[in-house]
T-cell receptor, first 112, second 113 residues
Framework: GEDVEQSLFLSVREGDSSVINCTYT??????LYWYKQEPGAGLQLLTY?????DMKQDQRLTVLLNKKDKHLSLRIADTQTGDSAIYFC????????????FGTGTSLTVIP | DAMVIQNPRYQVTQFGKPVTLSCSQT?????MYWYQQKSSQAPKLLFH???????NEADTPDNFQSRRPNTSFCFLDIRSPGLGDAAMYLC????????????FGPGTRLTVT
């Protein structure tokens, strides 16, 4: 499978911005995603970006894509305690049958 | 609300005792997926159905089987669970119209004793 890498842990103070980073190896990746997983729950699709875009903003979430460096980031503005969760980066491509390849997840802890 | 439902949320089975996990969806999506997620790991795709066409991942053990009797339902059968099969099992769906959007159920946490 394709490699999708994330740092394992991130800790931020409530009200600060969080930036979660992801790198991937498949240069043919068409779609890149961010999913949120709360304890004991399934994965919730937060946002996704097409590979021909370099930025997407959705309320408190900003996704930046550097296709040259194969680097994706998720910025959460004004981070709240309810944002504490594991965040998974994923990518898919028609070249691999649109199969999703997930990173190992970044555990975000928001300190009140 | 349209959604992906998994039952049960928690399942305990004994070593070697067959177990079935179920997934249903009201999204009318034609693609359904089963993922295995072990603690602190990324979800790993086991297999998926494109309509009735079954697609098994190359490294999915033979111990894992699946059935999809209709569009709405999909089952994961573990014929002889081992201790290493304890995990969260996630069902997901997508539509061929927008294959880049996968919607996940809440998962079933399987414990093997």
């Amino acid at each position: 499978g394709e490699d999708v890498e994330q740092s394992l842990f991130l800790s931020v103070r409530e009200g600060d911005s969080s930036v979660i980073n992801c790198t991937y190896t498949d240069s043919s990746s068409t779609y890149l995603y961010w999913y949120k997983q709360e304890p004991g729950a399934g994965l919730q699709l937060l946002t996704y970006i097409f590979s021909n875009m370099d930025m997407k903003q959705d309320q408190r979430l900003t996704v930046l894509l550097n296709k040259k460096d194969k680097h994706l980031s998720l910025r959460i503005a004004d981070t709240q305690t309810g944002d504490s969760a594991i965040y998974f980066c994923a990518e898919s491509s028609p070249n691999t049958g649109n199969q999703f390849y997930f990173g190992t997840g970044t555990s975000l802890t928001v300190i009140p | 609300d349209a959604m992906v439902i998994q039952n049960p949320r928690y399942q305990v089975t004994q070593f070697g005792k067959p177990v079935t996990l179920s997934c249903s969806q009201t999204l009318n999506h034609n693609v359904m997926y089963w993922y295995q997620q072990k603690s602190s790991q990324a979800p790993k795709l086991l297999f998926h159905y494109y309509d009735k066409d079954f697609n098994n991942e190359a490294d999915t053990p033979d111990n894992f089987q699946s059935r999809r009797p209709n569009t709405s339902f999909c089952f994961l059968d573990i014929r002889s669970p081992g201790l290493g099969d304890a995990a969260m099992y996630l069902c997901a769906t997508s539509s061929e119209v927008s294959p880049y959007e996968q919607y996940f159920g809440p998962g079933t946490r399987l414990t093997v004793t």
